[in-house]
């Protein structure tokens, strides 16, 4: 079994509506990571979590928010989805200072 | 706040080496890693650099010259499966600074 999942791995929705991407590992990590990706522009920070305590805004929160329920689950939400935020999204887990592990992405539409 | 630089698109063929430069600019560094990413797929370590000097990991080797702020990447004897996109990150204490990517394409 994959040690970071991402739920849905594909979504196609509408301008407007709110939606929420899921992320669930089983590495044990306290640090959790949600980045963005487009093409050209490599990854992109959205917002971390260092404990279910504990978030923080990274490079582009705007538009953003996130959800850390339990040390193993970390949840993105778009409360209002425009077309700019099309992208290809990344949860990532990091244990050791030089090490990330990455979700398999959700390609996101928002048509 | 950080920057990398790094080259858009790399060419080579089969058998072959290569490297991929990486020049950055950071107001907190601890180390250079190294991502490598399939085509849609997610990006999987490959190195980290906390110091100056080579590291080697089978074909792949990574260096790091910290007092010029440069790193690069070497992949030797290329194989078709190497192509990919390659990024480098400046690691932080909290979080890590991604490059936005090389291509690398190698052909027969």
């Known amino acids: 079994d994959a040690d970071v999942t991402q739920t849905p791995r594909n979504r196609i929705t509408k301008t407007g509506k709110r939606i929420m991407l899921e992320c669930s590992q089983t590495?044990?990590?306290?640090?959790m990571y949600w980045y963005r990706q487009d093409p050209g522009l490599g990854l992109r920070l959205i917002y971390y979590s260092f404990d279910v305590k504990d978030i923080n805004k990274g490079e582009i929160s705007d538009g953003y928010s996130v959800s850390r329920q339990a040390q193993a689950k970390f949840s993105l939400s778009l409360e209002s989805a425009i077309p700019n935020q099309t992208a290809l999204y990344f949860c990532?887990?990091?244990?050791?200072?030089?090490?990330?592990?990455f979700g398999p992405g959700t390609r996101l539409l928002v048509l | 706040g950080q920057s990398l630089e790094q080259p858009s698109e790399v060419t080579a063929v089969e058998g072959a080496i290569v490297q991929i430069n990486c020049t950055y600019q950071t107001s907190g560094f601890y180390g250079l890693s190294w991502y490598q990413q399939h085509d849609g797929g997610a990006p999987t370590f490959l190195s980290y650099n906390a110091l100056d000097g080579l590291e080697e990991t089978g074909r792949f080797s990574s260096f790091l010259s910290r007092s010029d702020s440069y790193g690069y990447l070497l992949l030797q004897e290329l194989q078709m499966k190497d192509s990919a996109s390659y990024f480098c990150?400046?690691?932080?204490?909290?979080?890590?600074?991604f490059g936005k990517g090389t291509m690398l394409l190698v052909s027969p």
């Open positions: 990150a400046v690691v932080g204490y909290s979080t890590l600074t």
């Open positions: 590495k044990g990590h306290d640090r």
């Open positions: 990532a887990t990091r244990g050791g200072q030089e090490t990330q592990y």
